[in-house]
C-alpha cells in the first residue's frame, strides 16, 4: 500500500467518531440495556441467591451465593484481527496466538476490576465460512495462544462456540469473543467502590501498546500513512507489527496484590473511552493526577498522525496506562513493587480528592467533568 499524496495532503484531527465508532450513539443502548437487566436481578432470589447492586453498570457482574461472590463477564475482540489478517497479506507471518490473548485479554482485566480471580474462560469463535477454520497454522496459532493466556491466568478453559456465519460475519474473517466467571473468596476481596474515599493513591499499571481498543481509529489512519501497515513507527517495528502487541494480562498482579494483604478499594480497565474510565465510579470524588507513564511509541505515533490534541487522544487511547487500581495511600508503593515483580511496569499516578466529579491530568493540563462518561 502506498498512500504517500494522502499522507502528504491530509493535516486534519482524525477522531474516533470519524473511524466509525461513536460512542454518544453506542452509550445510550448501554444505559437501556442497563436498565432493563436490572429489573432481572429479582429472579436470583427464588434460587435464595442476591445480586450486588453495586456491580450494575461495572465492568463484571457479581452475585452473592452465600459464603462467597461469583463474577462474570462476556466481552468480544473487536476488529484487531483485521489487522491481524492484513499483515498476513502483507507479510506471511500469523497473529492469532497473540489475538488470542487479546480477546481473553478483554474478558479478564475486566472481570479482575470487581476484586475476582478467574476460574473459567469460555471461547466464542465466529467465523464466516467454514473455510476459515481449514487453515491449519492459523487455527493452530489461535489454540495454542487461547491455552497460553489461560495458564499465565491459571483459568480453566472450558470449552466454546465456533458457529460458521456466513452472511453475517464477512468470508474470510472470523468474530473472537470470551467470557469469563471467576470467584471472590473471602468476600472482603470484592471491589466496588465502596470504599472508595479521598486520600486513595491511584497507581497506573502500564500497557503494551494500543491493546485492543481505538483499532477503527488506528485502521483508519492507515489510509494516511506511507506504506500503510509497514510504515515504521521506529527503526526495526512496522505499524503494523506494533499494533499486534498482545494486551496485557493484569490478573497475576491482581492476585499477587491478594497474597500481599493489599486489596483495592477500585480498580478501572482502561479500555474503551480511555482515560476517562477513570470516573467509572458513580460517587462524586475528584481524581488528580501528577505523574503520567510514558507512552508507548505506537500510541505516541497514532497521536502524531492523526493530528490529535492531548485531550482528544487521552479520551480515546490508553496512552501508557493499561489499568488503574484505587488503594490506601500507605499501599501505593507496595503495589508498585508487587506489580514490578510481575513483570509489569507501574508508577504512583495520582489520588483522589474530596471535591465535584472530575479528572485532573495536571501535567498535561487535561480536565474531564463528570458529564465525560456516561455508562449508567
Keep these: 500500500m502506498n498512500t504517500t499524496h494522502a499522507a502528504a495532503a491530509d493535516t486534519s484531527t482524525l477522531s474516533y467518531t470519524q473511524s466509525g465508532v461513536n460512542y454518544d450513539l453506542i452509550d445510550p443502548l448501554k444505559v437501556a440495556a442497563q436498565r432493563a437487566a436490572a429489573a432481572t436481578g429479582a429472579h436470583l432470589l427464588k434460587h435464595g441467591f442476591s445480586e450486588v447492586l453495586a456491580s450494575r453498570g461495572e465492568s463484571a457482574y457479581v452475585v452473592d451465593v452465600g459464603p462467597f461472590y461469583l463474577a462474570s463477564i462476556v466481552e468480544c475482540l473487536g476488529s484487531k484481527t483485521l489487522v491481524a489478517d492484513e499483515m498476513f497479506r502483507l507479510t506471511g507471518k500469523v497473529y492469532y496466538d497473540s489475538i488470542a490473548q487479546d480477546t481473553i485479554a478483554m474478558a479478564i482485566n475486566d472481570l479482575i476490576t470487581v476484586g475476582a480471580t478467574p476460574l473459567v474462560v469460555q471461547a466464542y469463535w465466529g467465523a464466516g465460512g467454514s473455510d476459515w477454520f481449514s487453515d491449519a497454522e492459523r487455527a493452530q496459532a489461535l489454540v495454542a495462544g487461547w491455552k497460553r493466556a489461560c495458564d499465565v491466568c491459571g483459568v480453566a478453559w472450558g470449552g466454546g462456540e465456533t458457529p460458521a456465519l456466513a452472511g453475517i460475519v464477512a468470508e474470510g474473517r472470523i468474530d473472537l469473543a470470551a467470557s469469563c466467571t471467576g470467584l471472590i473468596n473471602p468476600k472482603e476481596r470484592l471491589s466496588v467502590g465502596d470504599k472508595l474515599a479521598p486520600g486513595d493513591a491511584i497507581v497506573m499499571l502500564a500497557s503494551s501498546g494500543i491493546h485492543a481498543n481505538g483499532l477503527s481509529l488506528a485502521r483508519k489512519l492507515v489510509e494516511r500513512l506511507p506504506n500503510?501497515?509497514?510504515?515504521?513507527?521506529?527503526?526495526?517495528?512496522?505499524?503494523?507489527?506494533?499494533?499486534?502487541?498482545?494486551?496485557?494480562?493484569?490478573?497475576?498482579?491482581?492476585?499477587?496484590?491478594?497474597?500481599?494483604?493489599?486489596?483495592?478499594?477500585?480498580?478501572?480497565?482502561?479500555?474503551?473511552h480511555g482515560w476517562r474510565k477513570l470516573l467509572r465510579h458513580p460517587a462524586a470524588h475528584t481524581y488528580r493526577i501528577h505523574s503520567v507513564p510514558e507512552v508507548t511509541p505506537v500510541l505516541k505515533f497514532i497521536q502524531q498522525h492523526a493530528h490529535?490534541?492531548?485531550?482528544?487522544?487521552?479520551?480515546?487511547?490508553?496512552?501508557?496506562?493499561?489499568?488503574?487500581?484505587?488503594?490506601?495511600?500507605?499501599?501505593?508503593?507496595?503495589?508498585?513493587?508487587?506489580?514490578?515483580?510481575?513483570?509489569?511496569?507501574?508508577?504512583?499516578?495520582?489520588?483522589?480528592?474530596?471535591?465535584?466529579?472530575?479528572?485532573?491530568?495536571?501535567?498535561?493540563?487535561?480536565?474531564?467533568?463528570?458529564?465525560a462518561l456516561q455508562l449508567r
Design 228 to 272: 500503510g501497515y509497514l510504515t515504521e513507527v521506529q527503526p526495526g517495528l512496522t505499524y503494523g507489527d506494533a499494533l499486534l502487541a498482545p494486551t496485557v494480562l493484569y490478573s497475576p498482579v491482581t492476585e499477587a496484590l491478594y497474597k500481599a494483604g493489599i486489596t483495592p478499594h477500585y480498580c478501572a480497565n482502561i479500555t474503551g
Design 308 to 371: 490529535q490534541d492531548m485531550r482528544e487522544a487521552y479520551s480515546t487511547l490508553n496512552m501508557g496506562a493499561g489499568f488503574a487500581l484505587f488503594v490506601r495511600a500507605e499501599d501505593a508503593a507496595k503495589t508498585v513493587a508487587v506489580a514490578q515483580a510481575q513483570g509489569v511496569q507501574a508508577l504512583i499516578a495520582g489520588h483522589v480528592e474530596a471535591g465535584p466529579k472530575r479528572l485532573l491530568i495536571e501535567p498535561l493540563g487535561i480536565e474531564f467533568g463528570d458529564d
